[in-house]
């Protein structure tokens, strides 16, 4: 029998650990984002648009996200001035979500401000073990939410 109280067993249990690291990390990244007047989840829908005009339909299933929440982030990100709707010339049913000049600056600012925000959190770890976190956190995404194997 342990001698450990159940607090300590929770506590000291590497998912729930996990839980509270995520929680601190998505606190403090949304803190950060604030000076875009963004979440995270609308950095996500900004970077995927970065990469190309994609249909709302498209970034709900590569953000995880439900349509009604995608449609309330793509208005918020049009009311910023970040992004704008359009027609697809091919599909006309279909609604693009299209990056502003001002969306593109903002994306590539918070990602270089996110990679510092990031370096200063696991500050902790060498450049090794942080690539090996990476990896191993990578790994259990993949393993653990197969629909979102193509990008963690």
Known sequence: MSTRTAAQQISSATGYMLLRLGDLARERIERELRRWEISGKELRVLGYAHEREL??????ELCG????????VVDKLERLGYASRARSDVDRRKHLVVLTGRGRQVVEEALAHMAEVEAAFLATLDPAERRQLN?????LYVANDPARSASP
Not at 55 to 60: G, S, V
Not at 65 to 72: A, G, P, Q
């Open 55 to 60: 249909a709302q339909r498209d970034l709900c």
């Open 65 to 72: 996200m439900d349509r009604t929440t995608m449609v309330s």
């Open 135 to 139: 990896d191993m956190i990578a790994r």
